[in-house]
């Protein structure tokens, strides 16, 4: 099992930053992608931004310029997602999600539960 766990969530101001991170632990042997999603009340899970084990990134129209995805770790096991210019439409719950193959050579697509970011005066 691949479990993600997310931190840093939190309330801030428009025009301010935060960086949330993920950790992914359990029985990994290789992780292809990790991605950043995003869901606000009454509206679809969005992707937000993803890396993939190359390194080559991908981000959402809405946060281009604004966002930063990384990792952290020679296992490619850390990410974070560092916001800057925060706008109350950002306001949302972050879910991190991971992609790859387990110890057991069997692929995982596992989320984390959440990490609740509030952009707001």
């Known amino acids: 099992q691949v479990q993600l766990v997310e931190s840093g969530g939190g309330l801030v101001q428009p025009g301010g930053s935060l960086r949330i991170s993920c950790a992914a632990s359990?029985?990994?042997?290789?992780?292809?992608?990790m991605g950043w999603y995003r869901q606000a009340p009454g509206k679809q899970r969005e992707l937000v931004a993803q890396?993939?084990?190359?390194?080559?990134?991908?981000y959402a129209d809405s946060v281009k310029g604004r966002f930063t995805i990384s990792r952290n770790n020679a296992r490619n096991t850390v990410f974070y997602l560092q916001m800057n210019s925060l706008k109350p439409e950002d306001t949302a719950v972050y879910f991190c999600?991971?992609?790859?193959?387990?110890?057991?050579?069997?692929?995982?697509?596992?989320w984390g539960q959440g990490t609740q970011v509030t952009v707001s005066s």
């Open positions: 359990g029985s990994i042997f290789k992780i292809y992608a």
């Open positions: 890396i993939t084990r190359a390194g080559s990134t991908n």
């Open positions: 999600n991971a992609e790859g193959t387990t110890t057991s050579i069997t692929d995982f697509n596992s």
